[in-house]
DNA sequence: ATAAAATAGTTTGAAATTCAAACTAAATTA
DNA sequence: TAATTTAGTTTGAATTTCAAACTATTTTAT
């Protein structure tokens, strides 16, 4: 039995929608990844890079709070910090308020790896919405705002 | 200067699809690693379930073939694909043509698995295209060629 | 026909990533 | 002010991954 909420989605529109999702997650990590090597950032992994992107350019979040967005354990964010310091990429901050607290900045070559990986962003997105105009716009976030509903719904039970 | 081939995206649009992508992507693979933790399927990882996956249903693909596909090393499948032989996913099937090729298989069990993660990914698409109408389907799936024909270019270069 | 080269997959050993648990230093609570 | 909690690091083990060496088989060249 079909489920009455939804579009009857034909079998080949499905397959369609379902190859895209997943080739373009894909494709896409792979390409940060080749885009990386080319770079002048060739020392950076795609795991540190997105990393980079957690830490983003001036909130100084802490140690904790960044390990539980990328759902590492802290021991493991300690360890690629380290790299990414060691790197050039990222600085610790000691809190001087509540001195246990370390907050995680990134340098100006941080910064600038950042500001590179969010380029190519701009320009995924660019190209998703590509030809289409501001009336089309709805559709799209409604697909989107669906999805992420959905997510919600399996992440809960 | 702007793009003129695209349109003009206000900020919080590109902000809006943009997190969309990535929030999805990642909370896609969080909730298959969580529902196969849950599931009958306790002892495979989410990794392994790509395998599975690109193994596919009855083709019978070459080891070489299913590397290259996931992008691994021979011997990185190789290993994996040993512990899903021993935990009664996958099967090797020796080539009777050219005997130095080994053929990879599903057992029952891993036909299981893969038709439960197929059942996922059935949901996650009926979610995305909810309330839509049949009209609305070809400007979602332009969307889509869009992004495949930039992730193609991109690779390209 | 047969020797040499190429190919498919496995094994090996090393590097990287990850985690949980133990640990250190600092702050909070009793 | 002693006990508890919290933030982050260290430690040791498990897993994943790779490249290179290896084995078995097939293809190519002589």
Redesign the pocket.
Known sequence: MTDKASVDIKREDFKFINDALVDVFDRILRIEESELRKSQFKDV?I??LHLVHAITLHEHK????V?NEL?????????????LVRRGYVM?IR?Q???????LGLTSKGRLLYRAHDAFHSQLVKSFLNGMDEDDLPLVKKAFVNLRNFLDEAARD
Do not use: C, M, P
């Not at 759902?71 to 790299?83: A, D, E, F, W, Y």
């Not at 308020?97 to 907050?103: K, T």
């Open positions: 992994t795991n540190e802490t140690t904790t709070a390990a759902h590492l354990s802290k021991g493991s964010l300690t360890s690629s910090v380290n790299t610790r809190n308020q509540d001195r246990r607290v370390i907050n």
